[in-house]
């Protein structure tokens, strides 16, 4: 009786799940509608509410550098000042995870996009004073903090493409 129940949980949290990207079939969609299914559990805050959070932020952040504007970014760990407080700056990276995976609904991609929402946090910028030393751009640290920004696995980033540096010292021979 447990394991059945456990498979029936697992059951309707896929069908959530392809729900929420866009890919459940709008018969079952309605035959779960009719029985009583919720689309999101009692703690999760629907995407349009998270949606407003973030129109709101840029907003206010707009307002404070009208001369810079809003960069498209919200910290990670930026919460808003709700009673209950939205973890905002999660649901933004998990908005980013989605998008990079083509699990993000295209309406909700839109949506973003209107905003002037970042896809993507870290990007290389070379600034005037550049010394072409690479050598603190990229490793460890940069790693780690892509794979929280974009929140992917180290297996994931391991796929994507970066420049290596090369060792600035040579190689011992003994």
Not at 1 to 9: A, F, P, S, V, Y
Not at 126 to 152: F, H, P
Request: charged content about 35%.
């Amino acid at each position: 009786e447990i394991d059945e129940e456990k498979n029936l949980g697992r059951w309707i949290n896929r069908q959530r799940s392809l729900f929420q990207a866009g890919k459940l079939k709008k018969e079952r969609q309605l035959d779960l509608e009719r029985i009583g299914l919720k689309w999101s559990v009692l703690l999760t805050t629907s995407w349009s509410t998270m949606y407003q959070s973030l129109v709101d932020y840029s907003e206010e952040r707009r307002k404070e550098r009208p001369d810079i504007g809003w960069d498209g970014n919200v910290p990670a760990n930026y919460k808003t000042d709700s009673n209950p407080p939205l973890n905002l700056g999660r649901w933004v990276n998990r908005q980013r995870s989605a998008y990079s995976k083509g699990r993000l609904k295209e309406e909700f991609v839109q949506k973003l996009d209107a905003i002037g929402f970042k896809w993507v946090v870290h990007e290389r910028k070379r600034g005037l004073e550049d010394d072409g030393d690479d050598e603190e751009d990229y490793g460890e640290e940069y790693a780690d903090s892509i794979q929280k920004n974009l929140n992917v696995s180290r297996t994931e980033l391991r796929q994507i493409p970066t420049p290596r540096r090369l060792p600035t010292t040579p190689a011992s021979t003994s």
